[in-house]
């Protein structure tokens, strides 16, 4: 909700000036007429700068203490003064927790409260809050999604831990290559010069240890401005559209991103559409926790759908990217008036099989990394060993 900060006269005659939160101008009158002051100007205030997001450990500490304090029948004013003083907290995230509380005094909702820290709380963690302050219940929809943000904290650290060996991996295919290049191969530079000719592979290598060596800060520009060139073309829209269609058909890898998505999307909406947000609302908010460009923009129809009386089952159908057995599992629930129950079943499943979908990526990224290093390795030293053997072999025929 906006802000505006308003000019007025009293009823006193005398000039007043304060803030104040509505809809629009008309609102704002009205909220100042009631309050006995005569409106004769006011500004938006501009929004506030962007804050750094907070991440889904400290959602999950947020929330549980949430939940927990307020379902112990403490106040929420006096449950969020108490997460400001926790000596433990980062000082970014205490100024975001003494904003809100500065604003909670004031008599804002909590949403709107943290709807105005600049994006450091997520959209689905605001329209939850607010579906729990008008129905009640803050409590039990707090400690959801306290549960909600600890599970996607947890496959985040395991999509961590699992690509640490992948990256190592191609630190040590880096650290090799610059070796040989830097180290090796120069100890053979003097014995190769003396031969009239080389091997086509120790050709190439000479090449590109000589290109590395002479021109090392022209290439390290060169890769430099590469890298900010492919980021800026990989953050176009269309470029990123096709990508993201792309990772969803890759022969291999493909059905692994689609249990990854499908997980997110369900476990997302599962904690919405059991908060009492409407599904076409709750899938307004949960298509943007999915991570794919591609599959965000076929909800437009699919949410167009359901709106007009089609069933939830039919409009995920018509989406590309989801795996199957969520569609079917959301007919089910229709069919038995257990939607809520189901959508938490195939969340918890999908939330499994994507653990296992992100093992079974790794386990095919460690021997493909294996093979490229033994590739590269071996390409080095038969590059280095052709012409040596070529020496033997014309010593040894010269001597006959």
């Known amino acids: 909700m906006p802000k505006y900060h308003y000019k007025a006269l009293n009823e006193e005659g005398k000039r007043v000036s304060g803030t104040m939160q509505a809809q629009d101008e008309g609102q704002l009158y009205q909220k100042l007429r009631a309050e006995g002051l005569a409106f004769t ?32 029948g403490v106040s929420l004013v006096r449950a969020i003064n108490i997460m400001v003083q926790d000596e433990s907290i980062k000082p970014a995230h205490r100024a975001i927790y003494e904003d809100v509380l500065r604003l909670v005094r004031q008599g804002i909702a909590l949403s709107d409260a943290m709807e105005q820290q600049g994006g450091a709380f997520p959209e689905l963690l605001t329209n939850m809050f607010r579906a729990a302050e008008e129905s009640g219940g803050m409590d039990k929809t707090a400690l959801r999604l306290a549960r909600h943000y600890d599970k996607d904290y947890r496959l985040q650290a395991k999509v961590k831990s699992s690509t640490t060996y992948p990256k190592i991996l191609c630190f040590l295919i880096v650290v090799v290559v610059v070796f040989m290049m830097g180290f090796v191969l120069p100890s053979f530079e003097d014995m190769f010069s003396q031969m009239e000719t080389l091997p086509l592979p120790t050709r190439i290598l000479f090449g590109i240890s000589d290109l590395v060596t002479e021109h090392w800060l022209i290439l390290l520009v060169l890769v430099v401005i590469l890298f900010f060139v492919i980021r800026i073309i990989l953050m176009m ?3 990123r559209l096709g990508m993201d269609r792309i990772k969803t058909h890759l022969p291999l890898f493909g059905k692994l991103w689609r249990t990854i998505y499908t997980a997110r999307f369900a476990r997302t909406l599962s904690s919405l559409y059991s908060a009492g947000i409407p599904i076409v609302a709750a899938m307004q908010v949960a298509k943007k926790t999915v991570g794919n460009l591609y599959i965000e ?30 569609t079917s599992s959301i007919r089910v629930g229709e069919e038995t008036g257990g939607l809520d129950a189901m959508l938490d079943t195939i969340a918890d499943t999908l939330e499994y099989e994507s653990e296992m979908a992100i093992n079974k990526m790794v386990s095919y990224m460690e021997p493909a990394l294996i093979i490229a290093m033994a590739v590269i390795v071996g390409f080095i030293m038969v590059a280095v060993m052709m012409p040596i053997y070529g020496s033997y072999n014309s010593i040894e025929s010269s001597s006959y």
Request: glycine residues 14%; aromatic residues 6%; positive net charge.
């Open 297 to 326: 923009s076929q909800f437009e129809g699919a949410i167009a759908f359901v709106r007009g009386g089609g069933n939830l089952s039919e409009a995920i159908d018509q989406i590309d990217g989801f795996v199957p057995k969520m």
């Open 41 to 72: 100007g006011a500004k938006a205030v501009g929004v506030k700068k962007q804050t750094k997001k907070l991440k889904a450990l400290q959602l999950s500490d947020f929330c549980r203490q949430i939940g927990t304090l307020t379902g112990s």
């Open 237 to 239: 829209p269309k470029v």
